[in-house]
């Protein structure tokens, strides 16, 4: 078994494994023994930050399925996306009973990316109220944040409230490094990173294919970050991530530019796959749309192949109900309608 290296998560004084287990993309899984060996199988290679959410679906439930049993083995995250004292407690006590266990590690505030969340969390009904109770009654350990949003990430950092911080950092956007690390640095706050492999948009096309594990060791040259999550479907993701720990080793400065250079050429107004407009109303696939919208956009040349792709969906974007939910989700504040929309205009002509 590949060793894990292990960081000091902040002033929580955890030694965390600078791989953690991340609880988006689990959520695909249908079998629920299926998801509760893979996240074994994690647990049994050495893994011990385990991070999911309230929002994720079923995603606590298939955690709280290993958690039953081997909750004293790893550092357990999630999060609330309400920010009201009421319906926070309640989510709160929703997420004890779904993983199963009598304590979180870490309660995070999920997307405080805008100053309304903000408010909203730090009034005197919100849910830093919450935290706070739960945090006398040992319901909790530390509070955290998560956020799209590297200015409100700082302010975040400088009230003193936030052990932990979750903000995203890989090849394609690293402004993190610049504007978040060394803030949390000198507070002595641990430092968690989601997508670090951007969502998987670097393993689409062979124009801008990224090594995973250079990816990853990207993340991980950064001395800043305590801990990268890997979303994982199968054993492979998770045997993908340890290596990338265990094989560690610097990238070379033209390595760097090379991969950022590919990053670029995506550019900034990409899909990033995390999922969270996935439960639509009318039931449409947005995540998919959303990625036949980026790949015609950077590849046109390939429309007969999203022609047929759009052709095999079902419904179309012509039975959107203009809701906005999808867009109110994006952490990236994508125009998702827009985005869909031009799919259905290209392609929507019988084949």
Not at 58 to 83: I, P
Not at 180 to 197: R, T, Y
Not at 208 to 235: C, I, K, R, S, W
Not at 284 to 301: G, K, S
């Amino acid at each position: 078994m590949a060793e894990i290296r292990k960081r000091r998560l902040g002033r929580t004084g955890f030694m965390a494994t600078e791989i953690g287990l991340g609880g988006i993309p689990v959520m695909k899984l249908t079998d629920l023994d299926e998801a509760a060996a893979l996240i074994n199988y994690g647990i049994d290679q050495g893994i011990n930050y385990i991070d999911t959410a309230r929002c994720y679906a079923d995603s606590e439930k298939k955690f709280g399925l290993v958690m039953k049993e081997r909750r004293n083995e790893v550092f357990l995250a999630t999060k609330t996306n309400v920010y009201d004292y009421d319906t926070a407690w309640q989510y709160l006590e929703t997420s004890l009973s779904e993983l199963q266990t009598d304590h979180l590690d870490l309660w995070q505030m999920h997307d405080i990316s805008s100053s309304d969340r903000w408010d909203l969390a730090f009034s005197d009904k919100g849910a830093m109220k919450a935290a706070h109770e739960a945090l006398d009654q040992g319901m909790i350990r530390h509070i955290g944040v998560s956020s799209h949003n590297d200015d409100m990430v700082v302010r975040c950092i400088e009230t003193g409230e936030f052990d932990v911080i979750l903000v995203v950092y890989n090849i394609a956007i690293s402004s993190a490094a610049q504007a978040v690390f060394p803030v949390a640095k000198a507070n002595d706050v641990g430092v968690a990173v989601m997508k670090p492999l951007s969502g998987g948009v670097f393993f689409r096309r062979e124009e801008t294919y990224v090594d995973p594990l250079d990816a990853m060791h990207f993340v991980l040259m950064n001395d800043d970050v305590t801990v990268a999550l890997a979303g994982f479907e199968n054993q492979r993701d998770i045997d993908q991530a340890i290596q990338a720990s265990a094989t560690y080793k610097p990238l070379a400065p033209e390595k760097v530019e090379e991969m950022a250079a590919k990053a670029r050429f995506l550019g900034d107004d990409v899909c990033r796959a995390c999922g969270y407009c996935r439960e639509c109303p009318a039931e449409l696939d947005i995540p998919r749309l959303m990625q036949i919208a980026d790949e015609n956009r950077v590849f046109p040349y390939e429309w007969p192949r999203f022609r047929r792709e759009y052709a095999s969906l079902d419904p179309k974007v012509d039975a959107c109900t203009d809701c906005g939910q999808c867009e109110e989700k994006c952490p990236f504040g994508l125009n998702v309608r827009e985005r869909i929309r031009r799919v259905h205009q290209h392609f929507s002509a019988p084949l």
